[in-house]
């Protein structure tokens, strides 16, 4: 790690009690730079003056290093997988008292949970015998869980939403596009650190055993060794017969991990290979 930057990340230990070490360090450069802009200097010495008299000043670095960014059916093609033969298989495998159990990691404002659950009443509507599921939806950043927990949407951000979904699972007021209730109930959204080392899983899923662990274009913003621990995370969280799901540029990540294999090239959609655990 550079020297300026390992000054920031202590003194930002030091003030705030949060350790930023584990992301990578030209994401962290770059984040750096624009506060160091804002702040009219890029003397290190001032801007941690500045960071200790400016407690918003530490507030909108954390914020930078959070990433937040996320969309409806980012990926089309993986959620077209999910849609014709993850989900319906998964839900067909599931008897009367069971539930399909989906973590969704790195959740950031709520699109990716709720394109799943999207996908899961549409299924289950085509079902003689609904199958219940459960989302258990995480993320670092108590914006935007809180935005998550609203699940209200402007236009721009609708337009990979399919007309007939949006009809049939949304509520338009004006410019906005709010989530029904029917989807809200299944999910539950909630602040969880993926490095931390005191818990295997989100405290709403003690036990693990998810059927699908989607954490999408996260892992590649930190460290190699902050990486695999977690993925490790995942795939212990993971039932013997689950999926997960990364981003498409984590494909060299999650190869170099070891212990899954790719079940649907060129989607980055993995099972835990056979013996690896």
């Known amino acids: 790690m550079d020297d300026r930057i390992e000054e920031i990340v202590n003194a930002v230990y030091d003030l705030c009690g949060i350790d930023v070490s584990g992301y990578e360090d030209t994401f962290l450069a770059h984040s750096l730079e624009k506060r160091f802009s804002v702040a009219k200097t890029d003397d290190i010495a001032d801007y941690i003056r500045h960071l200790a008299g400016n407690p918003d000043e530490a507030a909108i670095l954390l914020r930078s290093l959070t990433v937040t960014h996320t969309e409806f059916f980012r990926n089309p093609l993986t959620f077209a997988h999910l849609e014709q033969w993850i989900l319906p298989s998964l839900m067909e495998a599931k008897s009367d008292h069971s539930e399909l159990r989906v973590w969704?990691?790195?959740?950031?404002?709520?699109?990716?949970?709720?394109?799943?659950?999207?996908?899961?009443?549409?299924?289950?509507?085509?079902?003689?015998?609904?199958?219940?599921?459960?989302?258990?939806?995480?993320?670092?950043?108590?914006?935007?869980?809180?935005?998550?927990?609203?699940?209200?949407?402007?236009?721009?951000?609708?337009?990979?939403i399919r007309v007939g979904d949006l009809k049939e699972h949304f509520l338009k007021s004006g410019e906005t596009y709010a989530v029904c209730d029917r989807l809200k109930q299944h999910i539950?959204?909630?602040?969880?650190?993926?490095?931390?080392?005191?818990?295997?899983?989100?405290?709403?899923?003690i036990f693990g055993g998810f059927d699908l662990v989607v954490c999408s274009n996260l892992l590649f913003y930190y460290q190699r060794s902050h990486q695999e621990r977690i993925l490790k995370k995942l795939v212990d969280s993971m039932d013997e017969n689950g999926y997960l799901i990364t981003g498409e540029a984590e494909r060299l990540i999650v190869r170099r991990r070891g212990g899954l294999c790719q079940v649907a090239p060129p989607s980055?959609?993995?099972?835990?290979?056979?013996?690896?655990?």
């Open 104 to 160: 969704s990691a790195g959740c950031s404002t709520g699109q990716e949970a709720y394109s799943i659950a999207i996908l899961a009443e549409n299924i289950n509507s085509q079902r003689q015998r609904p199958v219940r599921y459960r989302i258990v939806a995480t993320d670092i950043s108590q914006e935007a869980l809180l935005e998550a927990s609203r699940g209200e949407y402007r236009e721009a951000a609708i337009q990979k």
């Open 268 to 277: 980055p959609i993995y099972k835990i290979s056979r013996g690896a655990r």
């Open 188 to 205: 539950s959204f909630s602040s969880y650190d993926l490095l931390d080392n005191r818990s295997s899983c989100p405290q709403e899923s």
